[in-house]
């Protein structure tokens, strides 16, 4: 996502934490989703944050999300399952 905006364009809407040592609860992250919708960026925000993994919600605009948490990896990029996200 943070490719999309090119020089002279208006600046990204979304303040996104692309760091995973950094992450905490209530940042907004980009995630990723394995299967038919691997080449989609998604917005989600985390509820929780692990060593080795993320819980995380799709951000649908309301604080605290509604959507069902997701187990995703922890990487400046989480991955979450297909599976997961579809439920």
């Not at 980009?30 to 995380?56: C, K, N």
């Amino acid at each position: 996502m943070k490719e999309m905006v090119k020089p002279g364009e208006e600046k990204c809407p979304f303040e996104f934490n692309f760091d995973a040592s950094t992450f905490k609860p209530g940042d907004m992250i980009s995630y990723r989703v394995t299967g038919s919708l691997s080449e989609m960026p998604f917005v989600g925000i985390l509820l929780e944050v692990h060593a080795d993994h993320v819980i995380l919600a799709h951000d649908d605009g309301r604080r605290p999300p509604q959507g069902n948490p997701m187990r995703g990896t922890r990487e400046d990029r989480p991955v979450v399952e297909e599976a997961e996200a579809l439920r």
